[in-house]
């Protein structure tokens, strides 16, 4: 079983009703992501990344029912922005490490021509697969639209063939497991 089944199944059902008000969602949303951020770690940080997820899933929801449709042009990149930020609460220790890294993303104090040119070529390999995933999740179908008129060919092989390619060269990068840290 999967977290997402299990937060499905045992926390939203369980808290959300049928033909009850629609707040209902809300608060089951919000219950749900909490339980979320507490699974995730010990740390409130964890907690308060859930509850912002329970929020932001909450704002987008009430949205939806009024029909305010954000254009796809800036919701793709908007939801990849917000993500971004609320990640900094997952990875940090600390909310002062959190505040810290949030403060850094828009300090342009330091930045000048030449830094940027020194980051793009020293690290082009990493810009290029960067951009190269980036391409993949705002052109590619949805994996739902992929497999709804699903037909084996060579295109589908070759995707496959190079993103197992990169796995295989990157295999011997050492990466501490999250959990490790508990």
């Not at 070529?121 to 190269?132: E, G, K, P, T, V």
């Amino acid at each position: 079983m999967t977290l997402s089944r299990f937060l499905s199944s045992y926390i939203f059902r369980n808290v959300y009703r049928r033909g009850v008000k629609y707040r209902n969602y809300y608060v089951a949303s919000m219950c749900t992501f909490f339980v979320s951020g507490f699974w995730h770690g010990a740390g409130w940080t964890f907690v308060v990344w859930g509850i912002v997820n329970g929020i932001l899933v909450c704002i987008a929801s009430y949205r939806n029912k009024h029909n305010m449709k954000t254009p796809l042009w800036l919701g793709i990149p908007l939801t990849f922005i917000l993500a971004v930020f609320v990640r900094v609460l997952f990875v940090s220790n600390t909310f002062t490490d959190a505040w810290y890294v949030l403060r850094g993303m828009f300090n342009f104090s330091t930045l000048n021509l030449s830094a940027i040119k020194d980051a793009l070529i020293d690290n082009r390999d990493m810009w290029l697969l960067n951009l190269f995933g980036l391409a993949i999740c705002w052109f590619a179908p949805t994996t739902k639209k992929m497999t709804e008129h699903f037909k084996p060919n060579w295109k589908y092989l070759l995707y496959a063939a190079t993103l197992l390619v990169i796995c295989l060269l990157n295999m011997d990068k050492v990466v501490q497991f999250l959990y490790f840290q508990f």
